[in-house]
C-alpha cells in the first residue's frame, strides 16, 4: 500500500468506531499520523492504539472542544462525527435538535476556523465531510439529521472556495446506509416511527430507495476518504460525492 499521505497529520471526528475508525486506519494505513477524536476515551484509546495515533477525547456537543485538541498542525480534516434522533417534527425534542447541529455543524465550523490558517500557511490541506444521501435528499422523522448534513454540505462548499487559492480541499462523502453502531440503533427506533417489525425495517425502510440492495461496508467509504485525501484528489473540491447504491438516481 502507498504510503502517499507520509508526514501528513489527520484529524478524525467520532474516530471510536464505525467510518471513523475505518478512516483513521486506511489514513494510519497510507502513512498519515492520525489524532482519533471521539466523546468516548476508551474507543479512542482503542483505535489510536491499533494505528499508532493520538486519542483524543473531545465532546463535539461543547463549543470548548476545540482546547482540547492538540495544539499541533493538522492537514487533514474528516469531521465523521455526528449522532441520529427519529421523531416526528411535533415530537422532536428541541434540546435534541441543537445538539445534533452543534456536533455535525458548529463542531466543522470551528475546527475549521482552527486548522486553516496553518495550512494556508503550508499550501495544502484537506477536508472530507461525511455527509450522507440525507444530506441530498430528505427522509421523513429525521428533520435535525437532515437539516445538520444539508448545512454541512454547504460549509464544505465554501470552505473549497475559501481554500482553492491556498492548496486546500473540501468535499462531502454521501453514503446511503452504512453498516456502523449508529445505523443498527436506528432500527428499533424507526421500527416503532414506522410502525413496523424491527426485522423488516432495513428491507423496507433503509434499502427500499437504493438500487443495490445492501448496507455500505465502513471500508468502503475510507477508501475513498483516502483518495481524496491523496494526489489523486488534489483537483476535488466543492462536490459531493454519493455512495448511494443508486438512491439519487431516481
Known sequence: MAKELTGRTALVTGAGSGIGAACARRLAAGGARVLVADLRAESAGKVAAEVGGVAVVADLSDPGFVAALPD????????????????????????????????????????????????????????????????????????????????????????????????????????????????????????????????????????????????????EVAELVAYLCGPSGSFITGVSLPMDGGWTAR
Open 72 to 219: 499541533e498542525p493538522v492537514d487533514i480534516v474528516v469531521n465523521n462525527a455526528g449522532f441520529q434522533h427519529v421523531a416526528p417534527i411535533e415530537e422532536f425534542p428541541p434540546e435534541v435538535f441543537s445538539a445534533i447541529l452543534r456536533v455535525m455543524v458548529e463542531a466543522p465550523f470551528l475546527i475549521a476556523r482552527r486548522v486553516l490558517p496553518g495550512m494556508y500557511e503550508r499550501g495544502w490541506g484537506r477536508f472530507v465531510n461525511i455527509s450522507s444521501v440525507h444530506g441530498l435528499r430528505a427522509s421523513p422523522y429525521k428533520s435535525a439529521y437532515v437539516t445538520a448534513k444539508h448545512a454541512l454540505e454547504g460549509f464544505s462548499k465554501v470552505v473549497a472556495l475559501e481554500g482553492a487559492a491556498h492548496g486546500v480541499t473540501s468535499t462531502c462523502v454521501c453514503p446511503a446506509y452504512v453498516r456502523t453502531p449508529l445505523v443498527e440503533a436506528q432500527i428499533a427506533d424507526q421500527a416503532r416511527v414506522h410502525g413496523i417489525a424491527p426485522e423488516e425495517v432495513v428491507e423496507s425502510v433503509m434499502l427500499r430507495p437504493a438500487a443495490v440492495k445492501r448496507l455500505i461496508e465502513p471500508e
